[in-house]
């Protein structure tokens, strides 16, 4: 597992910051679950990139950061976004992809207390302009926050260049 | 004040497309702008199918049953709110001199309640309408994930 702070230039992390949390004409979509149908978690994202294509009129403002990821093929793209809730509530553990040699990578748009855990206990904090990336096939779940009033982040599926 | 039970005869599509997968929402801070002296940092998701300058959003002609049933008026604005435990709104007005209709999209423990005490219980396509310069807060609920209504505001003609 890789930790990447201050990921991107703090002029590009600033338009992406903008794009998300700023902006009030960013459209998000409810999901009544996260992992399966009838859970009791919900959260609102938005598809960016998916089955081959871009389904975002957003999606350039991403490419800043798959530039700096060194993609050679990319699965997915999707913003999530937590509302806070009075209790930081964990999702369940999972793995975005169960295909070898994918990698995931979340990247953190806003500071907050909720976090990323993986199965062997590690945890890492939501901080803005942070990038985690693991193997894809790694479980790991995320978590709402408390301190702020929604947790974004980015979640990217993607074949590296060098495999 | 009015109450309108099974106020659409055809509710279906409407609750489809708000409460589906599908549909846009748009972050606001706040459910009522800083400065307000009941402002309260509540973000909720909002959607306009009709905007303050008349301007209609993709999703207008949905409304058209709703503003047909309200009678012979003028629609100023129409909106969707999507909230999530929350808490209370804040007493507000939405606009003064016309009237106000609020549409239920999901039967919730949320409800709006009045200055003078009395209280619409959130049910599924009911809809109340009442003179637009009375206060009104809404209520998130407890017993669901989000609490979703549309709001009408509308000049008699």
Known sequence: MQIIDRFLDPYEYGLLRKVFLEDHDFPWYWRDSILLEGDDDYQLLHWLYKDGAPRSDHFDNIVPILDKLKIGALCKVKANLNHRTEEIKEHGFHRDQDWKGVKTCVYYVNDNNGYTLFEDGQKVDSKGNRAVIFDGMTSHAGSTCTDEKRRIVLNINYYPIER | ?157
């Open chain 2, 1 to 157: 004040m009015k109450v309108i039970d099974n106020f659409l005869p055809q509710f279906k599509p409407l609750k489809t497309l708000l409460m589906g997968n599908n549909f846009p929402w748009y972050y606001n801070e706040s459910i009522l702008p800083p400065g307000h002296a009941e402002y309260k940092p509540l973000p909720q998701f909002t959607h306009w199918f009709l905007y303050e300058n008349g301007e209609s959003g993709p999703y207008f002609h949905y409304m058209i049953d709703a503003i047909d049933l309200l009678g012979d008026m003028l629609p100023l604005r129409i909106k969707a709110n999507l909230t999530m435990t929350n808490g209370d709104g804040g007493y507000h007005i939405d606009c003064e001199g016309a009237t106000t209709a609020i549409l239920y999209m999901n039967t919730c423990n949320g409800y709006t309640k009045f200055k003078d005490g009395s209280i619409v219980e959130s049910v599924e396509n009911r809809m109340v309408i009442f003179d637009s310069n009375l206060e009104h807060s809404g209520v998130t609920n407890t017993d669901g994930k989000r609490r979703v209504v549309v709001n009408f505001n509308y000049a008699n003609n």
